[in-house]
């Protein structure tokens, strides 16, 4: 049983009788007070995607969930439904859009490094790589001159995310998108 302050952001922690994704850590410490700082959780039920935020004093003990993370790819989209197959056993894991929200701009039949995560048989989410490789459907024209360090343009990606590219970049090229930043990262081989 790990202490609040060892809890990761990503990690998946049992409270209160449900199992809750860490999203996001805040940590503060008080003025004045002698002892330790406190960790401002926000976290999502697995099943539910109920929002809980908690307070946790550093000392705190939590206990980590037993969650299962196995490697997939995605296999095909039915209207709001993301069918993943499992790379070793052809398992296949639905999982609705809204389940993934945030995931699914990253997340085409091609995105390699996907695992989805498995709670007592069943699919509650996907972990993403931090680097995936997608292809600019519209952009500005490139701009013949512009050097890869001058002044950027919104590219529209083949999943609908829109991210900052330089000007050089065109319509067509496959470029690399930081997944915890939603930024790009380069040109992609």
């Known amino acids: 049983m790990p202490k609040a302050s060892e809890i990761k ?4 922690v049992e409270y209160n009788g449900s199992v809750y994704f860490v999203k996001d850590i805040e940590r503060s410490v008080p003025q004045g007070r002698a002892g330790g700082s406190i960790y401002r959780m926000r976290m999502y039920d697995v099943v539910t995607g109920a929002k809980l935020d908690e307070s946790f004093k550093d000392s705190d003990m939590l206990n980590l969930a037993d969650l299962v993370r196995r490697p997939v790819t995605l296999s095909y989209i ?3 439904e993301y069918n993943f197959m499992d790379s070793e056993d052809f398992t296949m894991y639905p999982l609705n859009k809204e389940t993934i929200a945030e995931e699914s701009m ?3 039949e ?20 931090t680097i995936v490789e997608l292809v600019i459907v519209e952009t500005a024209p490139a701009m013949k001159g512009a050097s890869a360090t001058s002044r950027t343009k919104p590219a529209t990606l083949s999943t609908g995310l829109v991210v900052q590219v330089p000007e050089h970049i065109a319509e067509g090229d496959r470029i690399k998108v930081n997944t915890d930043e939603s930024k790009f990262t380069g040109r992609a081989n």
Request: hydrophobic share 45%; glycine share 10%.
């Open 9 to 12: 952001k990503n990690a998946a």
């Open 78 to 80: 039915d209207g709001d």
């Open 106 to 108: 990253f997340i085409n």
């Open 110 to 129: 091609e995105t390699q490094g996907l695992q989805v995560v498995v709670l007592n048989e069943s699919a509650v989410g996907v972990d993403l790589p």
